[in-house]
């Protein structure tokens, strides 16, 4: 069984505020838990979580929370608003590539290794880190990232197929289903792979589009990180 990830003081801190203004102001507002999920587009049981403090927010969630209740990311969590704040210079900064930043419709690109350790207690990039962004107008559930494929294991003979040099859109809120194609992290490895995910008789396997490489059954010893939701090819 998966282990959990645990929430530091500091995000454990900033649900019970979130959770005290929104105790202070639903009915004033008329807002419920399950409009707040209806806005997300999650379950009324995932708002709870983060209120409770059983997950942690990230900037996506907490500017629907923000917007909602109207108050301030910074009322509730001053480190998510710095990060949105971050985000945002960085974006405008290097406007030579990506534009100006517009939160929720542009997500970074990273490097496998920073893809591995998104499930990890660690930060997996820090925003210096970053030297591009990508747009996309899917709807995100949680945080999201892109990736770029390197390697034939998910080049199909026909049907889908994703090649080499493809950016891929994956979001770490969504919840992977028997054919999801998803990125994950093996315990013995420190990068993440891309693979489909198979789901047969409760027997998890990871497979590639490429029908010469090998079914991988995975259950305790890997962790499914995100769920790809786009993709993107660039051919200049």
């Known amino acids: 069984m998966e282990k959990k990830k645990i929430l530091t003081p500091a995000q454990v801190a900033d649900s019970k505020r979130l959770k005290a203004l929104y105790e202070a102001k639903k009915k004033e507002l008329g807002i419920t838990q399950q409009s707040i999920a209806d806005a997300l587009d999650i ?13 942690a927010l990230n900037t996506a969630v907490a500017s629907v929370f923000a917007r909602l209740l109207g108050i301030s990311v910074s009322d509730f969590s001053p ?28 997500y970074p690109v990273i490097s496998k290794v920073q893809a591995g350790a998104w499930c990890e207690a660690v930060e997996p990039y820090t925003l210096k880190d970053i030297d591009l962004w990508l747009e996309s107008d899917a709807h995100i559930q949680g945080e999201a990232f892109w990736l770029q494929v390197d390697g034939d294991s998910m080049t199909a003979p026909a049907g889908l197929s994703i090649p080499e040099g493809t950016f891929v859109l994956f979001d770490t809120g969504r919840e992977a289903i028997n054919g999801s194609l998803v990125i994950a992290k093996l315990s013995d490895s420190n ?46």
């Open 79 to 106: 480190s998510l608003a710095k990060d949105i704040s971050d985000m945002s210079s960085v974006a405008s900064e290097n406007t030579s590539f990506a534009g100006h930043y517009s939160p929720g419709s542009k």
């Open 43 to 55: 379950s009324q049981g995932a708002v709870g979580h983060y209120l409770n403090g059983r997950n």
């Open 191 to 236: 990068e993440a792979t891309f693979k489909k995910l198979v789901i047969d008789g409760g027997q998890k396997y990871l497979k590639g589009l490429n029908p010469q490489w090998p079914l991988v059954p995975i259950n305790g010893n890997c962790r499914i990180i995100g769920v790809a939701v786009e993709t993107k090819l660039r051919l200049v």
